[in-house]
């Protein structure tokens, strides 16, 4: 695996930049000689701004349009695009589901039965076990099919499934090749058998589960894939805010995928569903084409990154061991109390987060009573906090570690704190609500959603915290456990809410309190946010020193200097 963390000993002397003719010269793909002869001249001119040397007036703080223009927030607004095509794929089936199908609450299904329609009418469904299929009539309502609980929940749960396979494969593989390949086969491949979903759903309904798992598979690579990137893209000073902005896509999918498929189902040709698959399958496709041109696997092998850019994410890593790959140390990283944390906290987190994107479209249908427009609306909304959240407490943690308020560490654990309890506190209230609080439903929701995202910049990004060489393979490891943790939730719900009433809901938002409860606990009291001894080497430097950077960023050109100044 790629060593693109480690370090060296700083260098004292100052290097010129690189010259136009070399500027011109840079490939995509440089060899590991001129990679490292550039690490160097771009370490050394970032080693004299923090020591207060000449230099540029240009170049001495970025502007905060040259930061927001940046090659590595141009990797992020793409990370960002790569999550936002991966979880509206994840998402878009819990609406299609409650427009494909007119649900059944019996295990034992008449070949023919009638069902009232908004309207009046009765509609009479003929029902073949072994595609699932109702008589065409069922068009008149948008629903095509006849599904049990039981099998709902295997459509719904089948991209977990798949998913559960693909993490520590894609991080192993970016570990070796680069995130950039990995990602880009996962958003091309999911993106072609989504398309097709809609075909094979004519057939059997054992072709939409088969595909839905395949779709899960070949995206379940894309968090390691990022992870290892930011590895070695994301400075210190701005972690938290670079993998907040990849992290966005997520929530800007949990907007649109809700509120679009609502309309989507709603389309007066061929029963409205298939669009969903179409039209977001389409859409992950036209995102690759972007991410071949924009996206590199190291700051070193960018052609158009200027050498202060670089050198901010050089800065205090080892000239020689940019390309060099290492042993991963399995029984140290199995045996760490904090990488335990991470996936105690990945386990509660992606089971709450996979019920709440399956099940909330549902819950707004059996208990408030919205109707499928108003259901897209609705299930978007809490999306929206999710999505202000992140921002904001992105810029608050690399502001508190910036100015020295907290350590890293501190500041992991006092998010993922107020960010589980407070998730937990407002799901309870939820449990307690009906459609005659249909308002205060929602609020509830979106502040349940809301500070479940302030968890985004605790341990999703610890991997980065305790060994950032190895967290590629970390992520897949936890993204692993937590997937395959979270495939207990259908079955678990399909278990509780057999008939969809107030008090079957209550219990499932219990559930969903306590797992929020247990990672905030045990995160709280066994993680770090220091670099473990097995995550260092033997020539590291002091990694925790933070160069000036932006002007966006106030105060962090006095802040840093002076610690800096401290520090000599």
């Not at 029902?127 to 459509?155: M, R, Y």
């Not at 992950?284 to 050198?311: K, M, N």
């Not at 590291?540 to 160069?547: E, G, L, V």
């Amino acid at each position: 695996m790629h060593g693109g963390t480690s370090s060296e000993d700083p260098v004292s002397e100052t290097t010129s930049t690189a010259s136009d003719d070399d500027r011109s010269a840079r490939t995509p793909l440089m060899s590991s000689k001129q990679a490292s002869s550039r690490h160097t001249s771009a370490s050394s001119v970032t080693l004299r701004h923090d020591e207060g040397g000449g230099g540029d007036d240009d170049n001495d703080v970025e502007s905060c349009h040259g930061k927001m223009t940046s090659c590595r927030w141009v990797l992020g607004y793409m990370c960002c695009a790569a999550r936002f095509c991966q979880s509206t794929i994840r998402q878009c089936i819990g609406m299609a589901v409650v427009c494909m199908a007119v649900h059944s609450r019996t295990n034992t299904l008449p070949k023919q039965q009638s069902v009232p329609t908004e309207d009046g009418r009765e509609l009479d469904l003929a029902f073949d076990k072994t595609t699932g299929f109702t008589n065409s009539s069922a068009g008149d309502t948008g629903a095509q099919f006849v599904w049990s609980p039981e099998l709902e929940g295997l459509i719904l749960n089948s991209f977990n499934i798949g998913f559960f396979f693909s993490p520590i494969l894609g991080g192993h593989i970016a570990g070796r090749f680069g995130g950039k390949r990995v990602v880009l086969v996962a958003l091309v491949a999911g993106s072609i058998v989504t398309i097709c979903l809609p075909l094979a759903a004519n057939f059997n309904v054992v072709f939409v589960i088969l595909l839905r798992a395949l779709a899960g598979f070949f995206l379940g690579v894309t968090d390691p894939a990022i992870q290892a990137l930011w590895a070695r893209w994301a400075p210190k000073h701005e972690k938290a805010q670079l993998t907040t902005c990849s992290y966005t896509g997520l929530s800007l999918a949990g907007i649109v995928t809700f509120y679009i498929s609502g309309h989507l189902c709603g389309i007066n040709m061929d029963d409205g569903w298939p669009f969903i698959f179409y039209f977001f399958g389409g859409f992950t496709f036209l995102c690759a084409i972007p991410w071949v041109f924009l996206v590199h696997d190291s700051p070193e092998q960018h052609p158009r990154i200027s050498d202060y850019e670089l050198g901010l994410m050089t800065h205090g890593k080892g000239r020689g061991n940019v390309y060099t790959k290492v042993k991963t140390p399995w029984k140290d990283i199995l045996t760490s109390g904090p990488f335990w944390a991470i996936v105690v906290a990945h386990m509660t987190y992606t089971w709450v987060t996979s019920w709440m994107m399956s099940y909330l479209p549902k819950y707004l249908n059996d208990i408030l009573n919205f109707d499928v427009k108003e259901n897209g609306l609705y299930s978007s909304l809490p999306y929206v906090g999710r999505l202000l959240s992140g921002f904001l407490s992105s810029y608050v943690c690399d502001k508190l570690q910036r100015v020295g308020v907290l350590s890293t560490g501190g500041c992991r654990k006092l998010f993922q704190l107020v960010g589980c309890l407070g998730c937990a506190g407002c799901t309870i209230c939820v449990g307690f609500l009906n459609e005659t609080s249909r308002g205060a439903a929602v609020a509830l929701l979106v502040l349940a959603m809301s500070f479940q995202n302030v968890t985004s910049i605790a341990f999703r990004i610890n991997h980065l915290d305790i060994a950032p060489r190895f967290a590629g393979v970390m992520m897949g490891m936890t993204v692993t456990a937590a997937m395959g943790f979270s495939l207990t939730a259908p079955p678990i719900t399909a278990a509780i809410i057999k008939d969809g009433r107030e008090e079957e809901w209550m219990i499932m938002f219990i559930i969903v309190a306590s797992l929020n409860i247990i990672g905030a606990v045990v995160f709280g009291v066994f993680a770090s946010g220091q670099v473990q001894e097995w995550g260092r080497q033997a020539n590291d430097s002091d990694y925790n020193i933070i160069p000036e950077v932006s002007s966006c960023d106030s105060d962090s050109f006095n802040d840093t200097s002076k610690t800096n100044s401290a520090r000599g």
